[in-house]
């Protein structure tokens, strides 16, 4: 049986990402591993060793580094294999990188541990949109972290009938709607005023963009099972689809309808924890929530109590 290759890919407008992607590839070299190249990174490091995304599976993959942040994470999630993606494990190069597994300082001690296999695999659900039309269904790109609905013309809301399961719940003036997953749920999701979701809870959330005050759309979370009815109301005005913060489709006409459903795809990453709760607890600290120092004996003060 061929050995499976450790594949390589990088933000490519960063030096410090493209000088690390290349210190790895020297790294794994070293260690006797097969290495491919994404195709965009292989011309700076070498030329001939380029692999499309789409073209890494399970199969071919034992898994892939990603060099970069959040949004590197989410391209490559997007561009591998929908059917039997390899593992990636996220190299956080400067800000959050939430997705992200390791960085710049321990990613070599970090590569050995996976070597050794001292990792779990954390799976993650995707969502889909599709475009309705008359009878067809159009499928757009999967979704890791959300699906978003907003207006085309920013200075000006959207009319939106919203359906769960078919059955009517509101219909709403807004600037636009989230369909976020559990993953994405601490992504603009979180910004707009959605809950946290633990990634172990297969869940879909939806979640109104500035709503006119009497709408009473709030955030609803969902079984992931569940198919999410979007239908554009407001006449003249088109509205635009942003998948992952990746993929945009713009000017959607009025009266289209778009559907969300669970994808038959899904994301893995790799997690150096004991188990994935703990690395998820752990992630959603140190990067997203943050702690204050406050000191055990601080009381409140005494009151005073006047006998007047």
Do not use: W
Request: hydrophobic fraction near 40%.
């Amino acid at each position: 049986m061929e050995k499976k290759a450790i594949s390589l890919a990088c933000r490519m407008d960063s030096e410090r990402a493209i000088k690390l992607t290349k210190r790895i590839f020297d790294f794994l070299i070293k260690k006797g591993e097969k290495v491919h190249l994404e195709t965009r990174i292989a011309p700076k490091i070498l030329p001939h060793n380029g692999m499309d995304l789409k073209e890494m599976t399970a199969e071919n993959t034992k898994f892939i580094i990603s060099a970069g942040g959040d949004g590197t994470v989410l391209r490559v999630a997007s561009g591998l294999s929908q059917r039997n993606p390899p593992p990636i494990l996220g190299v956080n190069i400067g800000s959050i990188g939430f997705l992200d597994e390791t960085n710049e300082r321990t990613v070599f001690n970090d590569i050995n541990k996976v070597l050794a296999g001292e990792f779990k695999i954390e799976t993650c659900s995707k969502i889909a949109a599709y475009i309705v039309r008359e009878s067809d269904e159009i499928k757009l790109n999967n979704a890791l972290n959300e699906i978003l609905i907003v207006s085309s013309k920013s200075s000006k809301v959207l009319l939106v009938s919203v359906k769960i399961n078919g059955t009517y719940l509101n219909r709403s003036y807004l600037d636009g709607v989230i369909i976020s997953t559990s993953v994405g749920s601490t992504a603009y999701n979180l910004s707009a005023g959605g809950a946290i979701v633990d990634p172990s809870l297969d869940i879909m959330e939806l979640t109104p963009l500035n709503s006119y005050a009497r709408s009473g759309l709030k955030p609803i979370i969902l079984p992931i099972s569940s198919e999410i009815e979007i239908k554009l109301l407001r006449p003249r005005l088109n509205a635009k689809i942003v998948i992952d913060g990746q993929r945009t489709f713009k000017k959607i006409q009025p009266n289209t309808i778009i559907k969300i459903r669970k994808s038959n795809s899904h994301s893995k990453f790799i997690r150096l924890s004991r188990d994935l709760s703990t690395n998820y607890i752990n992630r959603l600290r140190k990067k997203i929530i943050g702690t204050i120092r406050v000191p055990l004996d601080d009381s409140p003060e005494e009151e005073f109590n006047s006998d007047f």
